[in-house]
């Protein structure tokens, strides 16, 4: 099919109602967007890729994100002498994702065939378009349960050098590269509003031209409609990403029954473009939605001091060391321990009646094991310099990374003081703004010296102390997120750091039911002729693949997957 017409941003700013044509239309030029029209034009077809923000939002949620991939025994993993294996990945999924319902089938079979790709050429595709990794594998969401039950059995989180920017850049640079070459369009500031259908088949999509914007990449732009658009396509793949920036969506869907009610209020880590909108034209155009009701949202969200989009909270990615107590001030039992259950620990959370909790810890603590989820949260790694890297991660001058020490000093959830009477007094006085319960501070001084009992006992029986001597195991945490065990009332390892943390907003785990080539499938599981998803609004593939429970890096990686598959089975 030959490109007839031209969508431009002066097209759009003309406010003329515009009419084109392609191989393929690509909804949102987000990571998941670019990697299928890469696949597409690869293949010599003719790709539109449309998003409703404008060209310096290029590349959506991955921008923002750390650049964490779940990869299987790689060389990164083998170097910090790591074990891992196809069969041990797959049990831990298994485990984690607890799929229990007919529509998992193709979730499941999703994720069986993701774990192959992490365990087999995922490393090598993308080495060979110049992606590269910190040498220090994470161990993210270890679980802390049965064998058999949630979380990574071994560190898996390879951070990429550039972190969310370093994942998009290939994508870019081959997007742009078939830009060049006439095969594929870029058309920002272009909303779409309908799957158009023609004989029984998607034939292409409609929407609106929105008016241009300068905002700044991040920010919310306006919605200002200046025109619309119809273009035919052969085939269409939704990369729209999931509900996360809308919190009343998030409200509405919410499991109350499996996590507890909805938290009125909440922190949202993701941009206000995460609207979940396109996922309701797709299911008015016939295609399922299943699993609805999974998400993936954080239990340790900062309000943001420097807040780039709505309600902006950023998450804090613990150490095993800090202590964590309800809004009640009841320290948290195992396994909800920092790093552990994202999801049981966000239902124990909300067990209390309130969506708040704290964490108090030493600066010793602060400085070696707190970092901040976001590129822009880690320069360092960001620009992949070495010398910096190795600077902030081991602490130097008893300071934590500067991002860190920035929200110490201009958070509204953070207080510091030397004495724990003193630190529980300024925690209470963050909660009074909030209408939090007052805390007991005798309560949390009883607790924390028990804690600090058992630190100097070799034989601890606390299991957050236990968990802390297994991660020094790992060479990687005891060299840069590991504190080394001490009381936290130790004046020579304060002041003391008392953190208010909110429930965060981030990811869809369900969403628009596809196949393993990620053809989307109306409600009676049929495929809908022309219509592909792939990336978060497909449940980052299946509908759902991650089941109830997320192992961490498989968000960025089932993109780089799922948008694969949809684009090579998009180009026929
Ligand atoms: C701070 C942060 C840290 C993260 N860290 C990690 C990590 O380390 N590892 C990991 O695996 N994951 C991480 N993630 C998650 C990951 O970045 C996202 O899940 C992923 O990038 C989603 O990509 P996507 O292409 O599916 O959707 P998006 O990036 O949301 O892109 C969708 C695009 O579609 C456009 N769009 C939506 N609706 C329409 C419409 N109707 N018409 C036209 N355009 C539309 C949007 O404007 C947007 O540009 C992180 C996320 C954040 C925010």
């Not at 002066?10 to 696949?39: I, K, R, S, T, Y």
């Not at 023609?198 to 409609?206: N, P, Y």
Request: hydrophobic share 45%; aromatic share 8%.
């Amino acid at each position: 099919m030959a490109v007839l017409g031209f969508v431009s941003e002066q097209g759009a700013a003309m406010g003329n109602d515009l009419h084109d044509q392609a191989d393929a239309v690509v909804v949102g030029g987000g990571l998941a967007g670019l990697v299928a029209a890469c696949e597409l034009a690869d293949r010599g077809r003719s790709v539109l890729v449309l998003d409703q923000e404008g060209a310096q939002n290029l590349g959506g949620q991955a921008f923002w994100s750390l650049g964490g991939l779940f990869m299987v025994d790689t060389p990164e993993q083998r170097r910090m002498k790591i074990r891992d294996s196809r069969g041990l990945a797959l049990a831990d999924w298994m485990g984690s994702a607890q799929f229990d319902g007919p529509q998992d089938e193709w979730p499941r079979r999703v994720a069986e065939a993701y774990v192959a790709f992490a365990a087999g050429p995922m490393r090598d595709w993308l080495h060979g378009i110049g992606m590269r990794w910190f040498p220090v594998v994470g161990w993210a969401e270890r679980g802390g349960a049965l064998a058999t039950g949630h979380g990574n059995s071994v560190p898996r989180f390879h951070v990429t050098w550039g972190t969310g920017p370093g994942v998009l850049a290939p994508f870019v640079r081959m997007a742009r590269a078939h830009e060049a070459a006439g095969r594929l369009r870029f058309a920002f500031r272009h909303r779409v509003t309908a799957l158009d259908i023609a004989a029984g088949r998607i034939s292409g999509v409609s929407g609106e031209v929105l008016e241009p914007t300068d905002v700044a990449r991040g920010q919310r732009s306006g919605r200002g409609v200046v025109g619309a658009f119809r273009i035919e396509a052969g085939a269409v793949v939704v990369t729209s990403g999931g509900i996360g920036g809308n919190l009343a969506r998030v409200r509405a869907a919410w499991p109350e029954a499996r996590l507890g009610p909805a938290p009125d209020r909440m922190v949202c880590g993701v941009p206000a473009h995460v609207d979940g909108d396109m996922m309701d034209v797709a299911a008015f155009a016939g295609a399922a939605r299943i699993n609805t009701d999974r998400m993936w949202h954080y239990t340790e969200g900062l309000r943001n001091w420097d807040p780039i989009w709505p309600d902006h909270g950023i998450r804090i990615l613990p150490g095993p060391s800090s202590l964590w107590f309800d809004a009640l001030g009841k320290r948290l039992e195992a396994p909800y321990l920092p790093g552990f259950d994202t999801l049981g620990t966000l239902r124990r959370i909300l067990s209390t009646g309130h969506a708040h909790s704290w964490f108090v810890l030493s600066q010793s603590i602060i400085k070696k094991e707190f970092a901040l989820s976001g590129s822009e949260q880690n320069p360092d790694l960001t620009a992949g310099r070495w010398g910096a890297v190795l600077k902030a991660r081991l602490g130097a001058g008893g300071k934590a990374p500067t991002p860190v020490e920035a929200f110490k000093q201009h958070g509204a959830d953070f207080t510091v003081a030397a004495t724990i009477e003193d630190l529980v007094a300024g925690m209470n006085r963050i909660g009074a703004a909030m209408g939090d319960p007052v805390l007991d501070p005798a309560s949390l001084r009883a607790q924390i010296e028990a804690r600090d009992g058992q630190i100097l006992n070799p034989f601890a029986k606390d299991t957050q102390v236990t968990a802390i001597r297994g991660a020094r195991a790992y060479r990687g945490d005891r060299l840069i997120r590991t504190a080394k065990p001490h009381r936290i009332l130790d004046p020579a390892h304060g002041p003391l750091i008392g953190v208010r943390l909110s429930v965060l907003t981030r990811k869809t785990l369900g969403g628009l039911h596809t196949d393993l080539d990620g053809a989307v499938l109306d409600a009676e599981g049929y495929r809908i002729d022309g219509l592909f998803a792939a990336g978060e609004c497909a449940g980052f593939g299946g509908g759902g693949y991650h089941g109830y429970n997320a192992l961490e890096g498989t968000f960025l990686g089932g993109c780089l997957f799922s948008g694969r598959n949809a684009g090579r089975a998009a180009a026929g």
